[in-house]
């Protein structure tokens, strides 16, 4: 599992999901915090870099995978999981070091696959170098 003390950024444009996932995070450890829309994120991770990112696939007005794509230009070393919908099976992540997720999730699946995000960067890295 990802360490506690972990910063992560939770943009999901649900007010009641996003309050209930941050303060689940926070009480498991973590120093979460939320966003509800594109600007909010991008805003908050550039006052604060987080370490981890978990994004609605849809973001009021703007694309998840938009906002996750910036990040990951922004701060390189993000590990992102992507929330979808029940209905969305079969996404593929964009990038190896993006997971995802079905809705409804709790904290602690959503820990799991951000723990498998960062285990699949760390294997591209590796990979990378050989």
Same mark, same amino acid.
């Given at each position: 599992?990802?360490?506690?003390?972990?910063?992560?950024? @939770?943009? /999901?444009?649900?007010?009641?999901? +996003?309050?209930? =996932?941050?303060? &689940?995070?926070?009480? *498991?450890?973590? !120093?979460?915090?939320?966003?509800?829309?594109?600007?909010?994120?991008?805003?908050?991770?550039?006052?604060e870099p987080p370490e981890?990112? @978990?994004? /609605?696939?849809?973001?009021?007005? +703007?694309?998840? =995978?938009?906002? &996750?794509?910036?990040? *990951?230009?922004? !701060?390189?070393?993000?590990?992102?999981?992507?929330?979808?919908?029940?209905?969305?099976?079969?996404?593929?992540?964009?990038?190896?070091?993006?997971?995802?997720?079905?809705?409804?999730?709790?904290?602690?699946?959503?820990? &799991?696959?951000?723990? *498998?995000?960062?285990?699949?960067?760390?294997?591209?890295?590796?990979?990378?170098?050989?």
């Amino acid at each position: 599992m990802i360490a506690q003390g972990s910063s992560i950024l @939770v943009v /999901d444009d649900d007010d009641a999901f +996003r309050n209930r =996932l941050v303060r &689940a995070l926070c009480d *498991r450890g973590h !120093f979460a915090r939320g966003a509800a829309t594109y600007e909010e994120a991008i805003a908050s991770a550039k006052n604060e870099p987080p370490e981890f990112g @978990v994004i /609605d696939i849809r973001v009021s007005e +703007r694309s998840g =995978l938009d906002l &996750a794509q910036d990040l *990951r230009r922004f !701060f390189p070393t993000i590990h992102i999981v992507l929330l979808t919908g029940p209905r969305s099976t079969g996404l593929a992540a964009v990038d190896l070091r993006m997971a995802n997720v079905s809705k409804p999730a709790d904290a602690d699946d959503i820990l &799991a696959a951000l723990d *498998r995000a960062r285990s699949l960067a760390a294997d591209r890295s590796t990979q990378s170098r050989e």
